[in-house]
């Protein structure tokens, strides 16, 4: 079964920290290309952070840049994310995503599988 399961999500306060895990089954995973991307209520998906397949290439948003860090194992199949300093418009469902080429895209449409997401709520 294909499937990519974010974890780790929940409530924090503001300032505090979350680490997000995206473990992989059941498809390729060390070629490719992962990203978070996130979504608040009545907002649009946003790509958040991006790592190519070996690691060597990261990309951040310019809301998260300096507090958010993308990394990932490819031995266990797993890409993270590390989420410091957080703010309350970091509020969002976070979902990982696959996308078939080793480098990433910021474009959702361009990733062919996705988690079910994971609720990461900050209160003031």
């Known amino acids: 079964q294909v499937q990519l399961v974010e974890s780790g999500g929940g409530l924090v306060q503001a300032g505090g920290s979350v680490r997000l895990s995206c473990a992989a089954s059941?498809?390729?995973?060390?070629?490719?290309?992962m990203s978070w991307f996130r979504q608040a209520p009545g907002k649009e998906r946003e790509l958040v952070a991006s790592?190519?397949?070996?690691?060597?290439?990261?990309s951040y948003a310019g809301s998260v840049k300096g507090r958010f860090t993308i990394d990932r194992d490819n031995a266990k199949n797993t890409v993270y994310l590390q989420m410091n300093s957080l703010k309350p418009e970091d509020t969002a469902i976070y979902y990982c995503?696959?996308?078939?080429?080793?480098?990433?895209?910021?474009?959702?449409?361009?990733?062919?599988?996705w988690g079910q997401g994971t609720q990461v709520t900050v209160s003031e």
């Open positions: 790592i190519s397949w070996n690691g060597g290439l990261t």
């Open positions: 995503a696959r996308r078939s080429l080793p480098i990433s895209s910021t474009i959702p449409g361009q990733y062919v599988n």
């Open positions: 059941g498809l390729p995973f060390s070629s490719n290309a």
